[in-house]
């Protein structure tokens, strides 16, 4: 384990960071209730410009998680002040893929943004913008200690839908394709013969299976590596009134709960006519986001329990989406990893 060290809240304070040459890579463990594992959150101070790219770099602090009973660490943020004005952080993601040497520097994740930037210890709201993906975010604290993470990108119905059309059919199966930050494919759980929440919940490794499959069939259809982690795959059902339930895969099995993104893309989707998450809304929850203009709250049902995300739209767009009610815990701070790069002047 770590040693704690005395001059962390120092490093944390908005400018302490990225002055000077790097004084060693210190990182902290986060982890965002719903999350399949902890993040590991690298202070963008301490990194030569460009390390985290270095291939080699982030195998050889894979293998020091592992050595160290850290293994179940997966996933990689690097956070510091952003040089923009209308942000407070920059904040980079990389997800590690099962082989021991892949990783994938385009996708993005919400559960580790929301670690971001618990460790970066700013207190009131703070706006993030997510590197990787593009999307500006607006993390705010409540009352109780959890965080509203709001995705503040304006849409049209257009921009939804990479391929052009609500629903489409890949391996046999009518699903619909929705990028809101990351991109996912949706699937009715009922069209996998799943036509319960138990059943959802408890679908075995055939399911899981056919789900891969079809992401794998619109990666292909995206033109993005079929290895790689995009695009995101979910079952959804209408198993209650008034909510949804939702199962999602990883890239190493089932997800425990929904990863933040994907609770953000599904109530992006429930708004966009023809979509498998609009088909399986009821009355009133029926009708596009872009023609109500209010907050839309939906509940989801996941293995790991309820989650509660509201879309709003204006005019003929989404204006934002936000998760409600998320909580994120440091585990270890100011680890001092094994970096091997040597900064020149």
């Known amino acids: 384990m770590g040693a704690r060290r005395p001059r962390a809240v120092d490093r944390r304070r908005p400018g302490a960071a990225g002055l000077g040459r790097p004084r060693g890579v210190i990182a902290d463990v986060v982890r965002a209730e719903g999350a399949p ?5 690298l202070d963008q101070g301490r990194l030569p410009r460009g390390a985290l790219a270095l291939r080699g770099e982030l195998i050889a602090v894979r293998r020091w998680l592992e050595e160290t009973g850290r293994g179940q660490v997966r996933k990689i943020a690097l956070v510091g002040p952003s040089p923009v004005a209308s942000y407070d952080v920059d904040y980079r993601f ?3 893929l099962p082989e021991p040497d892949g990783f994938d520097f385009r996708t993005g994740c919400g559960h580790s943004l929301l670690a971001a930037v618990v460790a970066s210890g700013r207190r009131g709201p703070v706006r993030v913008r997510a590197v ?23 849409v049209s119905v257009a921009e939804l839908l990479p391929t052009g059309r609500p629903v489409q059919r890949l391996c ?30 408890g679908a075995g490794a055939e399911v899981l299976g056919r789900l891969l499959a079809v992401r794998a069939a619109a990666a292909r ?4 590596p079929v290895t790689g982690a995009l695009p995101k795959v979910a079952a959804v059902g209408a198993c209650l009134p008034g909510r949804l339930s939702v ?21 992006a989707a429930r708004g966009v006519p023809g979509t498998v998450p609009w088909l399986l809304s009821e009355g009133p929850d029926r009708r596009p986001w872009a023609a109500v203009e209010r907050v839309r709250p939906l509940r989801l049902d996941t293995p790991s329990g ?17 998760v409600h009610g998320k909580r994120a815990r440091v585990l270890e701070r100011s680890l001092s990893l094994p970096w091997r790069i040597h900064v020149t002047a």
């Open 247 to 267: 199962r999602a895969a990883t890239v190493t099995g089932w997800h425990p709960g929904l990863a933040l993104t994907g609770s953000v893309c599904l109530a």
């Open 132 to 154: 990787t993906t593009g999307d500006p975010v607006l993390c705010l604290p409540r009352p109780d200690g959890s965080y509203t993470v709001r995705v503040e990108r304006p």
């Open 306 to 322: 309820p989650v509660l995300v509201s879309a709003a739209g204006t005019g003929q767009r989404l204006a934002h989406v936000a």
């Open 172 to 201: 046999g199966l009518p699903v619909s394709l929705v990028r809101y930050g990351n991109p996912y494919v949706f699937v009715a759980a009922r069209d996998l013969g799943l036509t319960s929440r138990d059943a959802l919940f």
């Open 221 to 224: 259809l995206l033109g993005l």
């Open 94 to 96: 990389v997800q590690c």
């Open 37 to 41: 594992g902890p993040t590991l959150v």
